[in-house]
């Protein structure tokens, strides 16, 4: 990832990011689910569907 995907991260308002994605990036953006070799999407669609985004 490149500081251009934390600015539109940051612009959605409601960014994830998955857990291995760069530390500084994780800094800036709160959300994080799990890796990409652990179903990381899958997981922050079933989280979002839950809380009804």
């Given at each position: 990832?490149?500081?251009?995907?934390?600015?539109?991260?940051?612009?959605?308002?409601?960014?994830?990011?998955?857990e291995n994605?760069?530390?500084e990036l994780?800094?800036?953006?709160?959300?994080?689910?799990?890796?990409?070799?652990?179903?990381?999407?899958?997981?922050?669609?079933?989280?979002?569907?839950?809380?009804?985004?």
């Amino acid at each position: 990832m490149s500081d251009n995907d934390a600015e539109m991260l940051e612009a959605v308002g409601y960014g994830v990011l998955m857990e291995n994605a760069p530390e500084e990036l994780k800094e800036r953006i709160p959300v994080h689910t799990e890796s990409n070799d652990h179903d990381g999407i899958y997981h922050a669609l079933m989280r979002m569907s839950d809380e009804g985004y």
